[in-house]
Nanobody, 117 residues
Framework: QVQLVESGGGLVQPGGTLRLSCAAS????????MGWYRQAPGKKQRELVA????????NYADSVKGRFTISRDNAKNTAYLQMNSLKPEDTGVYYC??????????WGQGTQVTVSS
């Protein structure tokens, strides 16, 4: 089992910045990649925002390329999402995800990000 705890969400004005953190615990060795998913208001599905493998390869949604940066501190078992130049359409609940061996997924509890003036 892997447990994920997110932090860092909040209310920010358009053009502002936020940094999300996701601390992992438990069976860390089983984690293949970590990522952030967003569930926009009124939508049921979560969409991938960014992901990073254990080797450091990254993947971003087209809508956040050039604005968001995902990183990972293996010593702290923590993934980060640096969000710059935030837009109102970035608003949503951000969930941390860990893809584990055997195609198993672990999810955090979610953190709210609101971009509004």
């Amino acid at each position: 089992q892997v447990q994920l705890v997110e932090s860092g969400g909040g209310l920010v004005q358009p053009g502002g910045t936020l940094r999300l953190s996701c601390a992992a615990s438990g069976n860390i060795a089983s984690i293949l990649s970590m990522g952030w998913y967003r569930q926009a208001p009124g939508k049921k599905q979560r969409e991938l925002v960014a992901a990073i493998t254990s080797g450091g390869s990254t993947n971003y949604a087209d809508s956040v390329k050039g604005r968001f940066t995902i990183s990972r501190d293996n010593a702290k078992n923590t993934a980060y999402l640096q969000m710059n130049s935030l837009k109102p359409e970035d608003t949503g609940v951000y969930y941390c995800n860990a893809l584990r061996i055997g195609s198993r997924n672990s999810w955090g509890q979610g953190t709210q990000v609101t971009v509004s003036s």
